[in-house]
């Protein structure tokens, strides 16, 4: 089952930007959260930025002031404004949505490459 479908990654120069985007499926109901995630080769899945269905944010260290994230309601997606690229930003970018039950549903991931 496919919930979430992540779109946006690629690769780009150190210093330049990418906007990813996040469809949650209507069959995800009452979604509470929304956050991406990251992963690099040989290193733990990290929490990037998360926001709530009362539209307070979360980010981490690395990316505050460099990352924004954002959700549309009524297009059900959830989207993360990257800014000021570097190379340790590389890494699967995945999304994920928390519905009020506590359950946890995850998208299949986008490459995100930054090149020195």
């Known amino acids: 089952q496919v919930h979430l479908v992540e779109s946006g990654g690629g690769l780009v120069q150190a210093g330049g930007s990418l906007r990813l985007s996040c469809v949650a499926s209507?069959?995800?109901?009452?979604?509470?959260?929304m956050g991406w995630y990251r992963q690099a080769p040989g290193k733990q899945r990290e929490l990037v930025a998360t926001?709530?269905?009362?539209?307070?944010?979360n980010y981490a260290d690395s990316v505050k002031g460099r990352f924004t994230i954002a959700r549309d309601i009524a297009k059900n997606t959830a989207y993360l404004q990257m800014n000021n690229l570097n190379p340790e930003d590389t890494a699967v970018y995945y999304c994920?949505?928390?519905?009020?039950?506590?359950?946890?549903?995850w998208g299949q991931g986008t490459q995100v490459t930054v090149s020195s």
């Open positions: 994920n949505a928390k519905d009020k039950y506590n359950l946890n549903y």
């Open positions: 209507r069959s995800i109901f009452s979604i509470v959260a």
């Open positions: 926001i709530t269905s009362g539209d307070d944010t």
